[in-house]
């Protein structure tokens, strides 16, 4: 193959998110597309990138878009390029002129792209409020391996057993999704998916 072509909205999702790196399987960099359909609605949730390192660059290809680094409002209208280079910074964006659509690009500085786990857990949010969580356990588990990042994949992996009534194995992966990123430990304490095994003394405080 050659080349492979897709448009945004064909990739998108009703939460307004195109998955494009995950489509095309980009393996040098992430890449991803956020829509908003309503003013202020959100295009890039508040967020800073330590976890991963990343630089980002964000281009505003449809609309217009407020963005806010470390406190600073940069107004974005269509054809705007904002760059994030410090992963410590927090940033974000609103539209603010709609239908508006943000693309954005990260990785980091002269290491190889490594995919994060948060497209995987983005996309099982609408499973878990449907109910469906085998359906949510066995995408993990198709998946789990692909990630150095697993800490989330095996928190959301845990509340999927654990409402299935899956105790032992709810109760392994809690305590391995703590072990990988401890502040899913404060995330636990009141988490009703976990309700059902947060008795057990094996259960992270």
């Known amino acids: 193959m050659t080349h492979s072509t897709a448009t945004i909205a064909e990739l998108q999702g009703a939460d307004g998110w195109a998955p494009i790196r995950k489509h095309f399987d980009v393996?040098?960099?992430?890449?991803?597309?956020?829509?908003?359909?309503?003013?202020?609605?959100?295009?890039?949730?508040?967020?800073?990138?330590?976890?991963?390192?990343h630089e980002e660059l964000y281009l505003v290809t449809a609309g217009q878009a407020t963005f806010t680094v470390?406190?600073?409002e940069v107004a974005a209208p269509t054809g705007t390029l904002v760059y994030v280079p410090e992963?410590?910074?927090k940033r974000g964006a609103v539209a603010t002129d709609v239908p508006a659509t943000v693309v954005s690009m990260g990785a980091v500085p002269g290491q190889a792209y490594v995919p994060r786990?948060?497209?995987t857990n983005a996309e099982l949010l609408p499973l878990f409020e449907a109910g469906e969580f085998e359906?949510?356990?066995?995408r993990i588990h198709a998946v789990l391996d692909a990630y150095d990042d697993r800490g989330g994949l095996l928190y959301n992996l845990a509340c999927a057993e654990a409402r299935l009534?899956?105790?032992?194995?709810?109760?392994d992966h809690i305590g391995e999704s703590v072990e990988?990123?401890?502040?899913?430990?404060?995330?636990?304490?009141?988490?009703?998916?976990?309700?059902?095994?947060?008795?057990?003394?094996?259960?992270?405080?």
């Not at 040098?28 to 959100?42: I, K, L, M, R």
């Not at 009534?165 to 109760?171: D, F, K, N, T, V």
């Not at 502040?183 to 094996?202: C, V």
């Open 27 to 53: 393996r040098s960099f992430g890449v991803n597309a956020w829509s908003a359909q309503e003013a202020g609605g959100t295009l890039i949730p508040e967020h800073d990138e330590v976890p991963s390192g």
């Open 180 to 205: 990988a990123e401890p502040r899913y430990r404060e995330f636990a304490q009141t988490d009703d998916d976990l309700a059902s095994i947060r008795d057990d003394e094996r259960f992270p405080r």
């Open 70 to 72: 470390d406190g600073e």
């Open 117 to 119: 786990s948060w497209e």
């Open 135 to 138: 359906e949510v356990k066995q």
């Open 165 to 171: 009534g899956e105790r032992e194995a709810a109760l």
């Open 87 to 89: 992963p410590s910074s």
